[in-house]
């Protein structure tokens, strides 16, 4: 089930954004930028923030938050700022499905162009998101470490 998600999902997004952050950057950047006590705080109240403004999806199978995505909006754009699935649920659809209803809220709100940043190395959430038509923004390909790509939203079919 895919649902908007509320204050008291802040825990188990937070632990879930730091263990999928764990996947990706481990041996890549140093490890305090993605882990401990004083991060998991932080994350928390990033998500606590976006929460607030109603602009998180979470992916609910059997009673627990498997999957987690946010996004922002500003002149006409949106942002996916964060897609993250619990690594032991990874291929079982939740990443897909929570696409998918991040591009139904979208097209009701008449966005026509999305984007979002994904770290150079993590080459599986790369693989994600060209499957799902996204491509490299030819106007800013890179911001830092990270790639930066560029998704069309169609209409909804009538």
């Known amino acids: 089930m895919i649902r908007t998600a509320t204050p008291r999902d802040l825990d188990a997004i937070a632990a879930l954004h ?3 952050r764990a996947t990706y950057y481990g041996g890549h950047i140093p ?3 993605f882990a401990g006590p004083e991060e998991l705080a932080r994350t928390r109240e990033g998500w606590s923030r976006a929460v607030e403004r109603g602009d998180v999806l979470c992916a609910e199978r059997d009673g627990e938050v498997g999957g987690v995505a946010a996004y922002s909006r500003g002149d006409g754009v949106v942002t996916l ?10 291929r079982r ?3 897909t499905a929570l696409h998918a209803a991040c591009l139904d809220v979208w097209r009701a709100e008449g966005i026509a162009t999305a984007r ?4 150079e190395k ?10 799902h038509g996204w491509t ?15 998704l069309t ?3 909804a079919a009538e």
């Open 93 to 95: 659809g939740l990443g």
């Open 153 to 155: 939203v169609a209409p």
């Open 18 to 20: 730091l263990q999928a």
């Open 116 to 119: 979002l940043l994904v770290f």
């Open 122 to 131: 993590n080459e599986r959430a790369q693989a994600f998101y060209a499957a």
């Open 81 to 90: 700022t964060q897609l993250h699935v619990r690594p032991d649920r990874w």
């Open 31 to 33: 490890d305090a930028e």
């Open 136 to 150: 490299p923004d030819p106007d800013t390909p890179r911001s830092g470490t990270h790639v930066v790509l560029r």
